[in-house]
């Protein structure tokens, strides 16, 4: 059976970046309260007339590039997001149309914070049982959007930005590539993150709710839980994964699921301090980040994971790059 190779990636971030000192007034709160209780330091906004798509579209040149690959050679788009530039038509035929891309289907996933791991296992099952030879997987969020800026439990927490990977179908690779993956939602608790409104509804577009608590309890255990399941999948021990990769979305979050699996610190990639959880995107721009500085390389064995409203939630083990 072919491998599903992950061959390239590349991101965008916005170039407005707020500081926690710089946040409303109105939030009352400070950096000192945001950073003991998120990790967070600051967060990149879309300006006026940024798109999730242009964000998206930039973050895929990128990660083409990175890949040394063609996009005319792309057959499959699927972006993850869940602050799309329409309610239709899906924004990633405007990604598809923007960079030439002629062949095969372009089509949104939403999962929100989940999206990046549903739309890579989705991509990878579309690889192995049909003609599609290579990929476009993105994350994009302008989440920013969708904030109600008076509430803090919220609005401290979030910002824009896009990550994009490429995706082959590779021959006599063995042991590459997207090794195991799983995806799971859970509706009974969709009550604890949602928005408040929508296009189904009276047509106002949804604020952000969460009840952070029941966020946190649900996230340590489902996070580890899917995590040991795709190891175990994958025919590895934990101790054979050289980065973890999760969802940026808190860091006791991530510390807890450090602690509970008693995986080293050193080896989880943060970027949450300086992009705040970026929802969909974060994992393919904490991704990207960690390869630019040098630190995953090729053939490096990379866990990631995420959850996100629904709930949904879901875990990849990979080994990053192809053979030389």
């Not at 990175?66 to 788009?77: C, E, T, Y």
């Not at 990977?165 to 969709?190: A, R, T």
Request: proline share 3%.
């Amino acid at each position: 059976m072919d491998n599903i190779l992950v061959t390239g990636v590349g991101s965008y971030l916005p170039k407005k970046i707020i500081l926690n000192k710089d946040l409303p007034p109105e939030l009352n709160t400070n950096d000192e309260w945001i950073r003991k209780r998120t990790g967070i330091t600051q967060r990149h906004v879309v300006s006026k007339g940024e798109l999730t798509s242009s964000m998206a579209i930039e973050s895929s040149k990128n990660a083409l590039k990175n890949a040394k690959v063609n996009s005319k050679q792309i057959d499959l788009v699927i972006l993850a997001t869940t602050t799309p530039d329409k309610t239709f038509p899906a924004t990633a035929v405007t990604v598809q149309s923007a960079l030439g891309i002629k062949n095969g289907p372009a089509f949104d996933v939403q999962a929100v914070c989940a999206g990046f791991i549903y739309a890579l296992n989705v991509a990878s099952s579309l690889m192995k049982t049909s003609y599609y030879k290579k990929a476009l997987v993105i994350g994009s969020e302008s989440f920013t959007k969708i904030l109600d800026w008076n509430d803090r439990s919220t609005a401290v927490l979030f910002g824009d930005g896009a990550g994009a990977i490429i995706l082959e179908k590779g021959n006599n690779c063995e042991g590459w590539g997207i090794l195991s993956s799983n995806f799971y939602s859970d509706g009974n608790l969709s009550n604890i993150l949602d928005t408040d409104n929508g296009p189904g509804m009276d047509g106002r577009v949804g604020k952000v709710r969460m009840d952070g608590k029941e966020v946190f309890k649900h996230a340590v255990e489902k996070l580890s839980s899917s995590l040991v399941e795709v190891i175990k999948a994958a025919n590895i021990n934990i101790n054979d994964i050289n980065y973890l990769i999760p969802h940026q979305a808190n860091i006791r979050i991530i510390d807890a699921i450090s602690k509970k699996l008693n995986f080293p610190n050193e080896k989880v990639i943060k970027t949450l301090d300086l992009h705040a959880n970026t929802s969909a995107a974060s994992i393919p721009l904490a991704l990207d980040v960690a390869i630019s500085n040098k630190k995953i390389k090729n053939g490096d064995i990379i866990a990631l994971n995420a959850i996100g409203g629904g709930l949904s939630w879901g875990a990849s083990i990979l080994k990053y790059g192809k053979p030389d």
